[in-house]
C-alpha cells in the first residue's frame, strides 16, 4: 500500500464527509425552485454555507460558492480587476514572487489580454513578502492600483504570510486585497471578519476576498469558496441565472456543499491538536532526513509559527527532485516536488528561484507533507527508502533540459 504524504496536493476525504456526500445526494430539487422540494434543498445548502462560514468567521452570505480553488482565485483577481477600471484605469496588480500557478497565470492573462501590469513583489530567503516593497508600490501612484493579492501560506514551502499586515496597508492605500488561502485553510485560523476589522479594511479597501477548496481538507474535490465582502465590488465570470448575489451564476451543487460544510467542521475542531500532532511528526522527519542526507537543505520559515505545521520542504543538492520523486513512487512512498512539471521537462521550482535560491537548488526540491491520516509509520517509511532513492537520483545527477523533440 501507499504511504500517501502528499497532503497539499489532496487529502483523503473524511468518512463523515463521503457518508453526508452520499446521504446529500439522494435528494432531489434544485436550491432555485420555489415548490417544497427545491425549498429543502435550499435548505440544506444554506446550513452547508452558514457551516463554512463559521470556520471562515465571515457572514454566510460572503461565501460565494465555487467550483474549486482555481475558479475562486480567478474570480477574485479578475473580477477585482475589471469591477476596479469602472472608473478610471487601474492597470497594476500587485503579487509577490513565489504564488501559485492560479493566480501566476490569471494575473499574466489579464497582462496579455486587458492591459494590466503586473508587478511582482520580492519575498526573502524564507518566502515571506516584503512589507517595506508593498507599501513603496502601494504609495507610488495608489489609485492606479487594481488590486494586490497573495498567499496566506505557500503551497510549496508552507511560509505563512503577513496577511493582516498587507491588508492593513491595502486598507491605508484605499486597494482591495485578495489572498489565496487554500494552503492555509484547516492549518491556521483564518478569520476574514477579525482581520478585516484589525486591518482596518473597509468597504472596498483592505481584505475584501479570501479563496478555499475543499479537497485540501478532506472535502471532496470540485467545489471550493471565495469568502467575498459584502462591500467587494466584482465583476462575474460566469453569467446565468444570478444564483449567489449575481456574484456566481449556476445551479449549486447542494451534497458537494454539504460534504464539504463536514470536512470544514471536522478540521476546524481538531485544528489545534492536529497542528501539535504533525509538528511532531514532521520534526522527526526533518531530523531524519538530516541525519540520512547531511547535504539536504530544509526550505521555507524554520520557526515553528512562520510555517504550516504539516509541510517539509528540502533541497537535495546534486540530483533532480523529479527523480527522488520517482524512485520515492517506486518504493511506494508519494511525496512532491510542489512545482509543476511543464510538458514532461523537469524545471525548477519558481518559488524557490523567487526566494533566491541558486538553480541547482531549485531543481532538487522535494516537497513532503502530511495529514489526518499520517502516522509514524509513514514517516519512518519515507525516512527508510531515502537514501537509496537519493543515492540513485545523485547518480542520475540533472536531466538534459532539451528533449528529442527540439531542434
Ligand atoms: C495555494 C493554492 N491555490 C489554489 C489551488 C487550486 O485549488 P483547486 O485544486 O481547488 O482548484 C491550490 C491547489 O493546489 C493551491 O495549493
New binding site residues.
Given amino acids: 500500500m501507499t504511504v500517501y504524504l502528499d497532503h497539499?496536493?489532496?487529502t483523503p476525504l473524511f468518512p463523515e464527509a463521503i457518508a453526508a456526500y452520499a446521504q446529500a445526494m439522494t435528494v432531489v430539487g434544485n436550491p432555485s425552485s420555489i415548490h417544497s422540494a427545491g425549498q429543502e434543498a435550499k435548505r440544506l445548502l444554506e446550513e452547508a454555507r452558514e457551516r463554512i462560514a463559521s470556520t471562515l468567521g465571515c457572514d454566510p452570505i460572503e461565501v460565494v460558492l465555487t467550483?474549486?480553488?482555481?475558479?475562486?482565485?480567478n474570480l477574485a483577481v479578475k473580477g477585482l480587476y475589471w469591477a476596479r477600471q469602472s472608473d478610471r484605469p487601474r492597470p497594476r496588480v500587485l503579487v509577490p514572487l513565489g504564488?501559485?500557478?492560479?493566480?501566476i497565470d490569471t494575473v499574466e492573462w489579464l497582462e496579455r489580454t486587458e492591459g494590466a501590469v503586473v508587478e511582482w513583489l520580492p519575498v526573502d530567503e524564507h518566502g515571506r513578502i516584503s512589507l517595506e516593497a508593498l507599501d513603496a508600490a502601494l504609495a507610488e501612484d495608489p489609485a492606479s492600483v487594481a488590486l494586490v493579492s497573495l498567499?496566506w501560506?505557500?503551497?510549496e514551502v508552507g511560509t505563512i504570510q503577513p496577511v493582516a499586515d498587507a491588508a492593513a496597508l491595502a486598507a491605508r492605500y484605499g486597494v482591495p486585497l485578495h489572498t489565496?488561502?487554500?494552503?492555509a485553510y484547516g492549518h491556521v485560523p483564518l478569520d476574514f471578519g477579525a482581520v478585516r476589522s484589525s486591518s482596518g479594511s473597509v468597504g472596498n479597501a483592505g481584505l475584501v476576498a479570501l479563496?478555499v477548496?475543499?479537497?485540501?481538507i478532506g472535502g471532496p474535490?470540485?467545489i471550493?469558496a471565495l469568502v467575498l465582502s459584502r462591500s467587494a465590488s466584482v465583476t462575474p465570470l460566469i453569467h446565468g441565472g444570478g444564483q449567489q448575489r449575481q456574484v456566481r451564476s449556476g445551479t449549486q451543487d447542494v451534497a458537494a456543499a454539504v460534504a464539504f460544510a463536514v470536512a470544514a467542521e471536522l478540521s476546524e475542531a481538531h485544528r489545534e491538536p492536529e497542528a501539535e500532532r504533525l509538528t511532531a511528526l514532521r520534526e522527526h522527519l526533518v531530523a531524519g532526513v538530516a541525519e540520512r542526507v547531511p547535504s539536504a537543505r530544509l526550505n521555507g520559515d524554520p520557526t515553528p509559527g512562520g510555517r504550516i505545521a504539516a509541510n517539509a520542504h528540502f533541497s537535495f543538492p546534486g540530483c533532480e527532485g523529479d527523480s527522488l520523486l520517482f524512485l520515492l513512487d517506486v518504493a511506494g512512498v508519494a511525496v512532491s516536488t510542489g512545482s509543476a512539471c511543464q510538458a514532461g521537462i523537469p524545471e525548477p521550482s519558481h518559488v524557490l528561484t523567487g526566494m533566491g535560491r541558486s538553480e541547482e537548488d531549485s531543481r532538487g526540491a522535494l516537497r513532503v507533507t502530511l495529514g489526518h491520516t499520517t502516522t509514524e509509520a509513514d514517516v519512518e517509511a519515507f525516512l527508510a527508502a531515502l537514501p537509496a532513492a537519493f543515492e540513485q537520483a545523485s547518480r542520475a545527477g540533472f536531466a538534459d533540459r532539451t528533449t528529442s523533440f527540439a531542434s
Avoid: F, I, M, P
Avoid at 504564488?99 to 493566480?103: C, D, F, K, P
Avoid at 489565496?180 to 494552503?183: G, I, L, M, Q, S
Avoid at 477548496?213 to 485540501?216: F, L, M, P, V
Fill in positions: 497539499a496536493a489532496t467550483g474549486g480553488g482555481t475558479e475562486a482565485v504564488e501559485h500557478h492560479a493566480t498567499l501560506a505557500n503551497n489565496d488561502a487554500v494552503a479563496s477548496s475543499a479537497h485540501k474535490v470540485g471550493g
